[in-house]
């Protein structure tokens, strides 16, 4: 089968075409043909060489595909081929055909489109496990999303509104702005033209957010907390804007009760993992089929064009997610 694989660690022209072996499902695994292949930004990560795969999954890129079932292990029930899914991987989705852990597969409702539905299980499974899990995200909450007009912002302002939230968000310019209040944005914010913290404060008489959703990292979070209420929760899940060390106020956090978390998604255990794609697929999977949460999918591009699927994501061009077509 075909696979883009990464030459030799550096830029979007690293990664090429390959022959690769076909996929063996183990007993608990599934044989996903490929319909899609969501790009994200650790894939970016991983071509340039800062973020290998985990040991023992495909050392090319892509975490997320859509697709149908073409073969399943001796241990796996409830699935048969030609049925309509989309996983959550470790790695290896730039291909045409894939293994996966049963455990990590979501069915694809019909109102879905196949190929869409390849930019939700990372963004999905990333946002809700953050919300829901260090972001202890209730109804009736405020919530403010950074980069609302990203792969994982975008779905994560669809999941706050959901829950019942009132959901603040991020984006650069009108246009992108009017978009993420679509998808369920409350306050949105020029981040090339405003100040986050002022806009937040004004629009919550002083009070603040719940809890912030940041993609940034470090040198944005004194700024989070400053927009972050009494008892607040950030969950840093991103480095945007670098990786340098960030000084917390340790006086203010302890007088405002507030909470600083940070997790990956990629690196965890396959139980772990499998929980969180059970948890979605219970908590969120539903609001597919009443249109609460939908797939915002900004460019379909031919697995042989992965290059420029990486070079768009660098520049920001895209609303949403990039998507690899084999």
């Given at each position: 089968m075909l696979a883009v694989t990464v030459r030799s660690p550096g830029g979007p022209e690293q990664l090429v075409v390959t022959e690769v072996p076909d996929p063996v499902a183990g007993p608990d695994e599934v044989v996903v043909e490929v319909a899609a292949a969501g790009v994200n930004r650790a894939d970016l990560l991983q071509?340039?060489?800062?973020?290998?795969?985990?040991?023992?999954?495909?050392?090319?890129?892509?975490?997320?595909?859509?697709?149908?079932?073409?073969?399943?292990?001796?241990?796996?029930?409830?699935?048969?081929?030609?049925?309509?899914?989309?996983?959550?991987?470790?790695?290896?989705?730039?291909?045409?055909?894939?293994?996966?852990?049963?455990?990590?597969?979501?069915?694809?409702?019909?109102?879905?489109?196949?190929?869409?539905?390849?930019?939700?299980?990372?963004?999905?499974?990333?946002?809700?496990?953050?919300?829901?899990?260090?972001?202890?995200?209730?109804?009736?909450?405020?919530?403010?999303?950074?980069?609302?007009?990203?792969?994982?912002?975008?779905?994560?302002?669809?999941?706050?509104?959901?829950?019942?939230?009132?959901?603040?968000?991020?984006?650069?310019?009108?246009?992108?702005?009017?978009?993420?209040?679509e998808l369920g944005a409350d306050l949105v914010v020029d981040h090339r033209a405003e100040d986050f913290v002022e806009r937040v404060l004004a629009a919550t008489d002083g009070d603040g957010v719940d809890v912030v959703l940041d993609v940034l990292g470090g040198p944005a979070l004194d700024r989070n907390l400053a927009a972050l209420a009494v008892d607040g929760r950030v969950v840093v899940i991103g480095l945007l804007e670098g990786r340098e060390p960030a000084t917390l106020d340790l006086d203010r956090l302890m007088r405002r009760r507030q909470t600083v978390a940070a997790t990956t998604l990629r690196g965890r255990p396959a139980a772990q993992k499998a929980a969180i794609v059970a948890q979605v697929a219970e908590q969120v999977w539903p609001w597919l089929s009443d249109g609460r949460l939908r797939p915002v999918v900004g460019a379909r591009l031919p697995l042989a064009d992965a290059a420029d699927a990486h070079r768009a994501m660098a520049a920001g061009e895209v609303f949403g997610k990039v998507l690899l077509v084999p």
């Open positions: 071509r340039a060489g800062h973020y290998p795969s985990p040991p023992g999954s495909p050392s090319w890129p892509g975490l997320e595909v859509s697709g149908t079932v073409a073969r399943a292990g001796r241990d796996v029930h409830g699935l048969a081929v030609g049925d309509r899914v989309c996983a959550l991987l470790a790695g290896g989705g730039y291909a045409e055909r894939v293994a996966v852990p049963a455990a990590q597969l979501l069915p694809v409702p019909d109102e879905v489109d196949l190929v869409d539905a390849a930019g939700l299980p990372e963004a999905v499974c990333t946002a809700w496990s953050n919300l829901a899990g260090p972001g202890r995200l209730t109804a009736g909450e405020r919530v403010l999303v950074h980069g609302g007009s990203g792969g994982v912002g975008s779905v994560a302002v669809q999941l706050a509104a959901a829950a019942g939230c009132w959901v603040a968000t991020t984006a650069g310019g009108p246009d992108r702005g009017a978009r993420c209040r």
